[in-house]
Antibody
């Protein structure tokens, strides 16, 4: 059974940093592209960042470019999102999502999400 | 950026009736289009990918159609568990983008 378990969310002040983790199990982690998607309270889905199977290529939404860094450790089956210079508008539930293939595609499995609240 | 526009924002349907949700892309995304269902407090669930392929375990009452810029999600006979928010998503171009969502509610 595919499982994605996010952790690392919490309350942080504007300008602060957080590191999210996503522990994956039930599939060959190193064979699939992965991504982060967020959802602000009461709002829709927003793609944040994605990475290839090796982590050698990374992609970011303009809203987080230069502040967030996606990475992965295939030896630990874990995906990360380092978030720096956090802003109020980064407040959201952050989902880790598995892409359907090694080359990308849709998101076939999602974690339950971790809440990040940016507030003073 | 490919802007995904869903309509309607809210759809009121009686159980057993048919529901149709539309999604329009601002430029062609070929068949790189997925549909997700999200219930309150839950993560999204993949329903359709490749515009028309049902994901594993998705009931046959869910179907997707379209290509290029116009797409449709149809639920042939709404069940109580189908009342939720539905999102379309294009994965043809960076940045990946989602539609604003369509809430399917009980009439």
């Amino acid at each position: 059974e595919v499982q994605l378990l996010e952790s690392g969310g919490g309350l942080v002040q504007p300008g602060g940093s957080l590191r999210l983790s996503c522990a994956a199990s039930g599939f060959t982690f190193s064979s699939y592209a992965m991504a982060w998607v967020r959802q602000a309270p009461g709002k829709g889905l927003e793609w944040v960042s994605a990475t290839t199977t090796s982590g050698g290529s990374t992609f970011y939404a303009d809203s987080v470019k230069g502040r967030f860094t996606i990475s992965r450790d295939n030896s630990k089956n874990t995906l990360y999102l380092q978030m720096n210079s956090l802003r109020d508008e980064d407040t959201a539930v952050y989902y880790c999502a598995k892409r359907i293939s090694s080359s990308g595609g849709s998101f076939d499995y999602w974690g339950q999400g971790t809440l990040v609240t940016v507030s003073s | 950026e490919v802007v995904m526009t869903q309509s309607p924002a809210t759809l009121s349907v009686s159980p057993g009736e048919r529901a149709t949700v539309s999604c329009r892309a601002s430029q062609s995304v070929s068949s790189s289009l997925a549909w997700y269902q999200q219930k309150p407090g839950q993560a999204p669930r993949l329903l359709i990918y490749g515009a028309s392929t049902r994901a594993t375990g998705i009931p046959a009452r869910f179907s997707g159609s379209g290509s290029g810029t116009e797409f449709t999600l149809t639920i042939s006979s709404l069940q109580s568990e189908d009342f939720a928010v539905y999102y379309c998503h294009q994965y043809s171009n960076w940045p990946l983008t989602f539609g604003g969502g369509t809430k399917v509610e009980i009439k």
